[in-house]
């Protein structure tokens, strides 16, 4: 699992490790901890051009040039501005052997030093003339601790930001680093130890193969378990326009835990939904939770009828028209952009350009996780939790494929997982299921594939595979789930 805290947290961890042993100290460790770390990514032969700022994130930078001078590497250095960099750092590498240039031109590897964790985001200047070269003429690209220009704390692309193929950030991962607009340009996500004591909570969370462990208990059914202990999900999906949604959310549920499903609808439309699964009970019953509005009619009535049993809800597509003032269930909305912001009465636009605040403030306004759906899912729990999903591709774009999604969640919440946690495992095998399968895929592929991926995630023999699978997803985008 992949962890993110936000700038203050971090800031209150520089402070304490930089009362017990010294800034300069603590910068070294960054230091070697950033040149170990290139040298492991860019040919030793390759001269390095690094783009210096002001501050510690430059001096870190100027000091991991010095160690690459000293192994022989050729190392130029582009000062942003030669009043303000860092005075010490700068006399360590220009003594290894680092020259100082006028610009990157013609360099096809870089380091981006130019700001860090504590600067706002976008561009100027300068700065922004090295960005759009970086864009222009695509170098391989290190970011340090973060590329420069992206907003940190939120994701957001506010102006003009360096795109890096790898970010080598210290102690934990940030914000703009795995959610946002801002994470694309991020690369492969490489956090490196620095001796920070980060006793704060995450303050963000990203889900792995390997985290299979943490749920296993609650999904694999034990020795006495039958069909009803298994959990049993009501399903009230699809419509004679779209009777496909029906037949792809109730897919979706039988890859999941649950032992039983109910479908319930029209008459000739359960009727088909069971010809394809004769598994299916057409008929209302006593469930453990509802997936509501795949595909569904435009109606207050099913979310209401749902409602009434008083058991989780999965409140997708149509349902999301007719929500209450507040859930007094446990809740899962799974919104694409779109459909977020009409809720919330704003535009797309606004939604894509920062979903972590439009996620926090539709549960807190709802009292309802919500599964925002896109290039890197968030999931937002009422009580400030976050995750972001990093699996899928860019195939997952396809019709019908938030309908599996909807109904294998349906079957996590009914078998005993909270809507924050059924979201979040919904979000990452759905979306490693796409990855196993290719593309191009449909839907249904998908429903198919994600019951050995389940069977794979919960199976703790397999620790090796799962820690290598996850490494692989280190950084990495998703697609999107409409």
């Known amino acids: 699992m992949l962890t993110a805290h936000t700038v203050a947290q971090v800031r209150a961890a520089e402070e304490v490790a930089a009362a017990q042993q010294g800034w300069d100290a603590l910068m070294q460790h960054a230091a070697t901890a950033l040149a170990h770390r290139v040298a492991q990514v860019v040919p030793a032969h390759e001269p390095l051009v690094v ?18 001078c000293r192994e022989g590497r050729r190392v130029n250095l582009c000062l942003l501005d030669p009043s303000a960099v860092h005075a010490a750092g700068l006399e360590a590498a220009r003594e290894a052997g680092a020259r100082v240039v006028e610009g990157p031109e013609g360099h096809r590897f870089v380091v981006d030093a130019i700001f860090g964790i504590g600067a706002r985001p976008g561009l100027e200047g300068t700065a922004a003339a090295w960005a759009q070269w970086i864009e222009r003429e695509r170098p391989f690209v290190v970011a340090v601790d973060v590329p420069s220009g992206i907003g940190v704390d939120d994701g957001r692309l506010d102006g003009p930001a360096v795109r890096a193929d790898v970010t080598v950030t210290f102690a934990t991962a940030k914000y703009g680093l795995l959610a946002g607009p801002a994470a694309d340009l991020a690369g492969d996500v490489r956090v490196v130890d620095i001796g920070l004591d980060l006793a704060a909570e995450p303050a963000l969370e990203s889900l792995g193969p390997g985290d299979g462990a943490r749920f296993r208990d609650a999904i694999v059914p034990g020795r006495d378990a039958h069909k009803y202990t298994r959990g049993v999900l ?215 594939e994600l019951r050995p991926v389940l069977h794979d995630f919960c199976d703790s023999v397999r620790p090796d595979r799962a820690r290598q699978t996850e490494s692989r997803h280190e950084g990495r985008a998703g697609g999107d789930l409409s």
Not at 51 to 68: E, M, Q, S, T
Not at 367 to 379: C, E, F, H, Q, S
Request: aromatic share 4%; proline share 6%.
């Open 234 to 448: 009501g399903v009230r999906a699809g419509s004679p326009q779209y009777a496909g949604a029906a037949h792809l959310c109730v897919a979706g549920a039988q890859a999941g835990p649950a032992g039983m499903i109910r479908f319930v609808g029209a008459q000739e439309l359960a009727r088909r939904v069971v010809d394809r699964a004769p598994e299916i009970v057409a008929r209302r019953g006593r469930v453990q939770a509802w997936v509501v509005g795949s595909g569904g009619e435009d109606t207050p009535a099913p979310l209401a009828a749902a409602l009434g049993d008083g058991v989780p809800v999965v409140v997708d597509a149509t349902a999301l028209h007719h929500l209450p003032d507040s859930f007094e269930v446990d809740a899962l909305l799974t919104p694409h952009a779109g459909e977020l912001a009409a809720v919330l009465g704003t535009d797309r636009e606004a939604v894509e350009a920062d979903p972590l605040r439009h996620a926090r403030e539709a549960a807190a306004r709802w009292n309802a996780t919500v599964l925002l759906k896109g290039p890197r899912t968030v999931i937002a729990a009422p009580d400030g939790r976050l995750r972001v999903n990093l699996t899928g591709t860019p195939w997952l774009g396809t019709a019908g494929s938030g309908d599996v999604l909807a109904g294998f969640i349906g079957s996590l919440l009914a078998t005993g997982l909270d809507s924050f946690d059924a979201g979040s495992v919904g979000a990452l095998l759905h979306g490693l299921a796409a990855e196993r399968l290719g593309g191009p895929l449909v839907a249904s592929d998908v429903a198919r």
């Open 51 to 68: 783009l210096v700022g002001p501050g510690n994130n430059g001096g870190d930078a100027l000091f991991a040039a010095a160690h690459w």
